[in-house]
C-alpha cells in the first residue's frame, strides 16, 4: 500500500538531514564495529555516576511500595506532584531560584519540551505567523525539524571572535538581532550543544533585558549545564526569573534512559504544556523521578556535577585538545572553538576547500565518524561560507580511540589543503 | 507577562473537556480524599502480576550490564533493535502473524503513537484535507484533543442493538459510513474504551474489506486486547495484515510507568514513525522493553493474560454488574453494555433528563467520581441525545467501594427518574 503523509507528517517523518545522518550513524555502527565513533551526543560511562545510578536501582527495588507506584502509576501529565514540590524547594534552596511548585513541569525528554514549546508559542497565531529566534547560531541540530509549520524557526549567525591562531569563540551579534514583532520567543542552549560556547553574564542579561522589553520568554536549553551536570568551566550561572523558560535535563547525568527533564517557567506556560504533554503522551515515564527524588534533599547532585563529571569531562576535553595540537600544530590553518562546557570540540577549518559533508565522508571511509557541521547552522536569511567548514566532535570516547581519531582527523585535513 | 499562544498551542493546550476533567479529578483526589474513583483507566493492583514486575527488576538490578545500558544509553528512535527483533518473532510465533523486524516500531506510549499516526496520515495534505474516521462512535476520549488540524477527526455513530431489558450492544453501522476520497485512515479501539465493544470477526473482515479497497490502512488500538493484557470475553483474535496498523501497550499489563507502546504495521509506516519519533523525543525510555525482553522468548506473557488478568477483571466485571442489578432491578430504565472486554461499564439512561455532565456533578457532589459519557463522542456529523445517557465506570476498585458508589449511583438516578 502506498501510503501518503500529510504536509505535517512530511516536515516531522521526512528526511531531514538529522535523519539521513542518523540512519548513517546507524548502518556505519552495525557494519563497521571497528569505526571510531565522535558522533554522538551520549554522556561517558563515569564509573562512580554509574555506581550511585546502580545503588539508587537497588534502593528502588528494594522500597516495594515506590516501586509498585513508580510502575503501575499514571501520574498527573505535568509530573508527580511531590516531585515537582521537591525539584522547586532543591532549586530555591541550591540556586537561591524564587520558584514553587507551580513553575515545574515534568515533560518526556527536553526534546519533547522544545518540541512542545516552540509549536506553543509559535507557528501560525490567528493572522500572523510567529517565530522562533536563536540569537546564537550555530545551534542544537535537534531543534531544527520540530517547526511543525515551514520557516518558523530563525537564527541569528555569530559574530567569530579570534582569540588567538587556534582559539575562537562565538557571541551573540547584538549589532544583528531584530526582534520584529513576530518573534515569539528567543531560545539558546547554553552551553551550546554544538559549539561548547556559554553565554557571557553580560549576554545573558541584554538577552534577559530584550525579552523582556518585547514581553516574549528567554528560553534556555541548560541540558549539559545548571544546575547539574553542571559542566560548565566558566563562571557563569543563569538565575531564573518570572518571564524566563529554563530547561534542564537528567539525560546528560547519565541517565538519558529514562526521558525525563524538568522545565522552570511561569506557571501558565507549565499548565499549557501539561495540557499538551497529557494530548500526546497522558502523563511522563516514573523512573527519572523516581530514581532522583531522594536526591533532591541534599546537594548530592550539585556535588557529584562539581566534583565528579565536569572534572571528567574537562580532562578528556583537554586530552583530545592536546593531541589536537600535536597532530595539526601549524601544518594548516584550524581553529577551536573556546572549550566553556558541554561535551564536544567544535573545529573550525577557514581554508576547508571541500563542504562538511563531504569531509564527514572521507572521514567515514577512514572509520571515523564526526557530525559535520552544516547541520547546525538553520533558519538562516543568506548563506555563510562558515558553516561549511566546521565539524562537531564527541570527547567521550576512551583516549585511544579518541588520539587514533584525531590523528586520522589531522592526516587527512593536511592533505586536502 | 502575558504570553500568547499559537493556534497549534491552543488546540494541545487549551481546556479541552479532558484536560478540564482531568483537573476536577485531581482537585477532587487532593480534596477529598474519600472520593469513590470509579473515574480512571489506571491498571487493577493484581498482586501476582506485581509479583512477576518486582522479581523482573530484581533480575534487572541483578544483571550490570543490561541496567547500565537500560539507563545510559540512547537507542535508536524506533526503539531497541533486539528488542523489536525479539517482538516480531514472539508474534510470529505466538500469534501466527508475518512480521518481521521492520514491521515493529516502539513509541513512548500509545497516546503518542496515535498522536503521531493520525498526524502523519491525515491533516492538510497538499491542497486536500483529510480526516481520520472512526467507525464506531463513542471512542478513547484520548484521541479527541490529538488531531493538529481542525475538524480531522471524524466519527461514525454506532448503531445500537438491544439485546435483552438491560443489555445492548454497539455495532459499526456500515449503511451508514462513508468513506470518501479525504479519509485517510479508519480506526477502531478493540476492546473499545470506553464500552467494552470488541468487534465481531465479521465486523473485522468488513472493516479490512472497505479499508483495503480505498487503499487506506486500518487501525486497531489494541491496547486492552490482543496479544495482551488479552481482556476479551468473546473469542475475537485480529489477525495483521500488511495495510493494517496495530498498537499495543504495556499499561495494561501494569506497567504505565514505562510509558512503552509497540506498533505493528508496513516498514514504511515503521521509518516515519521513527523518524517523527526522533524529532519530537529523540528516542524511547528504555525500561519498559528491558522489562519485557526476556520474557519475549517464551509464552509467558500470554498465560499471564490469560489466567491472571482476564479472570481478574472478569470476576470484577461480574461483582459490578450483580450489584447493578441488585440495586437497579427495573425500577428505572437502564441498559449495560455487553460485556465483551477492557475494565468498565458503560451504561446507558435512555430516560435521563439530564445532560451527563450534571450527572456527573451530581455523582460527585455524593463522593462517586465517574466519567460522564459525553467526552467520548466527538467528530459527529450531527447532535446525538444518546451521548448524553451514559456514564463510564471502572471496576478496579476494591469491592467494598465498588459496592458503595454503585449504590450511590443506583440511588440518584432512581430519585431523577
Redesign the interface.
Known sequence: ?????????QR?????G??EL?DDL?QALNNQPDMRMLG????A?IPAV?AL??ER??S??ND?TT???????????GGNPLFRQNFAAFLKRECQWDVQTENIGIL??S??AF??LF????????NTK?RILFPLMPEYI?YA??G?CAGMLSGNPAKIEQRSAHEFKYHVDFDRLRITPDI?ALSVSCPTNPTGNVLTQEEFHRLRDLARQH???LIIDNAYGHPFPGVIHTSFQPSWE??MIFSISLSKL??????TSIVVA?P??I???S??N??????????GQAIINPLLADDTLLKLSRDIILPFYKQRSDFATQVLHECLQDKIEWSLHSREGAFFLWLWFPKLKITSAELYQRLKARNVLVIPGHYFFYGLDEPWDHSQQCIRLTFSQPEAILREALEIIADELIALH
Open positions: 500500500m502506498q501510503t501518503s503523509f500529510s504536509d505535517i507528517g516531522l517523518a521526512g528526511t531531514s538529522i535523519q542518523m546507524g554522538g551526543g551520549q554522556p560511562a554509574q545510578w546502580r536501582m537497588q528502588l527495588v516495594q516501586l509498585d507506584k513508580t510502575l503501575l502509576n499514571y501520574d498527573p501529565p518526556p525528554s526534546q519533547t518540541f512542545l509549536n506553543l508559542l509559535a507557528g501560525q497565531t490567528g510567529k535537534g525539524s520540530q511543525l515569539a514581553h516574549i520568554p518570572p518571564g547519565g541517565l538519558p534512559g529514562t526521558r511561569d501558565a506556560i499548565r499549557a504544556l495540557n499538551m497529557a494530548s500526546t503522551a497522558l502523563s511522563n515515564g516514573n523512573f
